[in-house]
């Protein structure tokens, strides 16, 4: 994928992801889903003291590692839902395209508020509610192939889809754009930036580009734990 080979700069969502994001300086962060580690390098390179990436994948934190060369970055083979064993407290908890993968969100939210500091932020990244609904992730074409419409379908039915990325059938948790709100204000998060970002305007006019702007693909929610 373009995200894995050139980094955050070739993620369509990342100018929007970038300006809900916290200032790190200072900072203690942790990654859920971390991937390859580019959130990890960009909060260390702008100021942040600490930071901790955790992915399920063994392969993906080696090749994490092995692109990192700074002290302040340490990975770790975890799940994200075991957060509830790390023993610190953490200044910002971000996640980017990975939270749709985990089947307990409510769970999840919870372990996340236990585990972030006062004051404290949480940013996250998923693919929004109309792209995941139907399940297929695919448009709708007519005999020559060209693209009618995306399908939004069983909405409301909030459970698994199975899906083909890249050659390989991978399961995913639908939810509805309430069930994603509602569950971090039950928690006690303040909402501060609910987005569905657009493509970058300089790639309007790029050919692969072209039909992002029929439909959202990922939604960004950013929230604050507040001093009561």
Excluded at 29 to 54: F, N, P, S, T
Excluded at 172 to 179: A, D, G, I, N, W
Excluded at 208 to 221: H, N, S, Y
Aim: net charge negative; glycine share 6%.
């Amino acid at each position: 994928m373009a995200r894995s080979e050139g980094g955050l700069k070739a993620a369509g969502e990342w100018q929007t992801l970038r300006s809900v994001l916290p200032d790190f300086t200072g900072k203690t962060v942790l990654d859920l889903g971390c991937g390859y580690g580019w959130h990890c390098r960009y909060a260390a390179e702008h100021g942040a003291k600490q930071v901790l990436g955790i992915d399920a994948s063994e392969k993906m934190i080696d090749r994490a590692k092995d692109m990192t060369k700074d002290d302040r970055i340490t990975y770790q083979v975890m799940d994200m839902t075991a957060i509830d064993q790390l023993p610190d407290h953490y200044d910002v908890i971000l996640s980017s395209l990975a939270i749709h993968y985990i089947q307990d969100y409510a769970g999840l939210v919870a372990k996340i508020w236990d585990r972030l500091a006062t004051p404290g932020t949480f940013v996250m990244s998923v693919e929004h509610p109309i792209f995941t609904a139907q399940g297929k992730e695919d448009w709708v074409t007519d005999a020559q192939g060209q693209r009618l419409y995306w399908p939004v379908d069983r909405y409301f039915d909030e459970s698994s889809r199975e899906t083909d990325f890249l050659g390989h059938t991978v399961k995913k948790y639908h939810r509805t754009l309430t069930t994603y709100l509602e569950t971090l204000l039950h928690q006690g998060f303040r909402l501060t930036n609910v987005v569905e970002p657009q493509p970058p305007e300089a790639l309007r006019h790029n050919e692969d580009m072209k039909d992002e702007w029929r439909r959202p693909m990922m939604l960004i929610i950013s929230a604050s734990k507040d001093a009561q």
